[in-house]
């Protein structure tokens, strides 16, 4: 057996002394395109800043490809939760995107012409071709999204994790988004998305991760991503309050 992607084993996870994450428990293999669902304040943020170490746990672990997380980050393309970047900012779209090579590259040599191509080919392939030399922060929310996006696709990495990346983002964006993911998928990355969209979760994943506060379910859609997983995860009164979402 290939050694799993993600192994999360007894994560806890507290901000000052309010519990956040509470004994999760999860296993993806390499190459799953997984969608982390849950209800606002699920704590689905924190398990993705847990495992880049931006947050530390009070307790449990976390490995990536065999190894403990903190060691391998350099692999890991990042897209916050969407945050709007000031007017002002003094940096362009192509400037934002190139960054994203500089991991890959060490931060002290020059981007040379195979960064600069992999930069315009991503901008283009989120349709920003047009904004390369435009100030990041003169961008709406869902055009800056899309550089982000970019960004994180010029990374060369071995896994993707992204936090609510389709919020504010055109549906045919979304969908050209979603099948570059997929290209990285067939790669054979491990994708992580955060996912409000019950909808269109049968259509982009084939895994999902249900969690409040603890990991309600985690496996293959048809296991995972059922009416009554989904009623727990967000205390639904019914299955009926369920609209309409299927498999
Ligand atoms: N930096 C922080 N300091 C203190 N509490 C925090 C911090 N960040 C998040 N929280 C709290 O932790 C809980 C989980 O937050 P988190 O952002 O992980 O939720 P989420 O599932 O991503 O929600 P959303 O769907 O709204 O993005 C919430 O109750 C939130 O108020
Ligand atoms: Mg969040």
């Given at each position: 057996m290939r050694t799993p992607a993600v192994e999360i084993a007894n994560l806890t996870v507290a901000y000052h002394n309010k519990l956040v994450l509470w004994n999760v428990n999860c296993t993806i293999e390499q190459g799953a395109m997984v969608a982390i669902v849950g209800p606002n304040g699920a704590g689905k943020s924190t398990l993705l800043k847990t495992m880049l170490s931006l947050v530390h746990p009070i307790a449990g672990t976390i490995n990536l490809l065999g190894y403990s997380h903190k060691k391998l980050l350099h692999t890991i393309a990042y897209v916050p939760q969407r945050s709007l970047v000031d007017s002002d900012f003094p940096v362009t779209v192509?400037?934002?995107?190139?960054?994203?090579?500089?991991?890959?590259?060490?931060?002290?040599?020059?981007?040379?012409?195979?960064?600069?191509?992999?930069?315009?080919?991503?901008?283009?392939?989120?349709?920003?071709?047009?904004?390369?030399?435009?100030?990041?922060?003169?961008?709406?929310?869902?055009?800056?999204?899309?550089?982000?996006?970019?960004?994180?696709?010029?990374?060369?990495?071995?896994?993707?994790?992204?936090?609510?990346?389709?919020?504010?983002?055109?549906?045919?964006?979304?969908?050209?988004?979603?099948?570059?993911?997929?290209?990285?998928?067939?790669?054979?990355?491990?994708?992580?998305?955060?996912?409000?969209?019950?909808?269109?979760?049968?259509?982009?994943?084939?895994?999902?991760?249900?969690?409040?506060?603890?990991?309600?379910?985690?496996?293959?859609?048809?296991?995972?991503?059922?009416?009554?997983?989904?009623?727990?995860?967000?205390?639904?009164?019914?299955?009926s309050d369920i609209s309409g979402y299927r498999l």
């Open positions: 192509l400037d934002v995107v190139l960054m994203g090579t500089y991991k890959s590259l060490g931060w002290f040599k020059r981007p040379g012409k195979k960064e600069y191509d992999a930069t315009y080919a991503a901008i283009a392939a989120v349709g920003m071709h047009d904004y390369a030399h435009q100030p990041i922060g003169q961008l709406s929310g869902g055009q800056q999204q899309r550089v982000f996006v970019a960004r994180a696709l010029v990374q060369n990495a071995q896994m993707y994790m992204l936090d609510e990346p389709f919020i504010g983002i055109d549906k045919t964006t979304e969908q050209i988004i979603s099948s570059l993911l997929k290209k990285e998928q067939e790669k054979g990355k491990t994708i992580l998305i955060v996912h409000h969209d019950l909808h269109t979760v049968a259509s982009y994943f084939d895994a999902a991760l249900l969690i409040n506060k603890s990991a309600i379910a985690y496996g293959p859609l048809q296991m995972s991503f059922t009416p009554e997983n989904v009623q727990k995860t967000f205390n639904y009164a019914s299955p």
